[in-house]
């Protein structure tokens, strides 16, 4: 069967697409070539895209002069202590305000989203304040507890529970199921491809977060990996071949849930939004 010649509009979306992924992933590329070539290479100039040499130590020797696990253990911990917070707290919320009708339901939404548009550097120093006035500094629920709460997650949810229709939660109450029952064994699984969207969010946010934990934290044995990278930096020379290892260890984690999750998050974000 003879296949039909590609019109010029779709080369044409072909070639934008290609462009874009290479503006995309071409720095990432560049940072893991350049991981694996020795510290001269990397200065070198004009610079080289493949390494001469292939310098596999660079992790190895990394990982032996900085207690990478000690902040990577630190970074999982802070990043799945926070997106299961995140989730909790922003499933209940969204859960009020798309199947519970009470006086202001729509003006605390509105107001919700309005928070949005407030600079975070804004809210920063209060919310130290708060921190510190908790005895929360210096600590990693420091880190995790101010950003649990996201309006993003909670409208990304709402919009999505908007969707479940109203009909089983009534057969469910009439069968003498509880409000938590309803949420834990109705609203959770039907929500799972939103709840997919808001963990790659939340685990991109929590993992990649250098202002919030470089501001909170300041004993070195409680940085997070981010923390950690920004320490590699000499005062006189910086050895960026260790940089740029750990860069690229610091970016697996990330990569592997979006690899995992990433048919729920085009199912959520494309389901997102359907009623208001």
């Known amino acids: 069967m003879r296949r039909g010649r590609l019109n010029p509009m779709t080369l044409l979306a072909y070639a934008v697409l290609t462009a874009g992924s290479i503006l995309m992933f071409g720095p990432v590329i560049w940072i893991g070539l350049s991981s694996f070539k020795d510290l001269a290479e990397i200065y070198q100039s004009p610079p080289t895209f493949f390494p001469k040499k292939w310098v596999f130590t660079n992790y190895t020797e990394a990982i032996r002069q900085f207690p990478f696990l000690r902040y990577l253990w630190n970074s999982v911990f802070v990043t799945v202590t926070a997106t299961v917070l995140t989730l909790l707290i922003n499933s209940m919320a969204a859960y ?11 003006a605390i939404f509105v107001l919700m989203l309005a928070t949005l548009m407030i600079p975070v550097r804004v809210i920063m120093l209060p919310v130290y304040k708060i921190i510190a006035w908790l005895g929360l500094a210096n600590t990693l629920a420091g880190i995790i507890v101010p950003p649990s709460a996201t309006p993003t997650g909670v409208f990304i949810l ?48 929590r993992w990649n977060d250098f202002m919030w934990p470089l501001i909170v ?60």
């Open 158 to 205: 709402r919009q999505y529970m908007m969707t479940i229709p109203d009909e089983l939660i009534d057969a469910a109450k009439i069968d003498g199921a509880s409000n938590v029952q309803i949420y834990s064994r109705i609203i959770l699984p039907l929500s799972a491809p939103a709840l997919a969207v808001v963990t790659v969010f939340s685990v991109m946010w």
């Open 217 to 276: 934290i300041n004993r070195e044995k409680l940085f997070t990996l981010q923390l950690a990278l920004a320490r590699f930096r000499g005062e006189l020379v910086t050895d960026w071949n260790y940089v740029l290892a750990m860069t690229m260890l610091s970016i697996v984690p990330v990569a592997v849930v979006f690899v995992f999750m990433q048919r729920y998050l085009v199912r959520g974000i494309a389901s997102t939004g359907l009623k208001g």
């Open 96 to 106: 009020a305000l798309s199947k519970f009708r009470f006086p202001g339901r729509d």
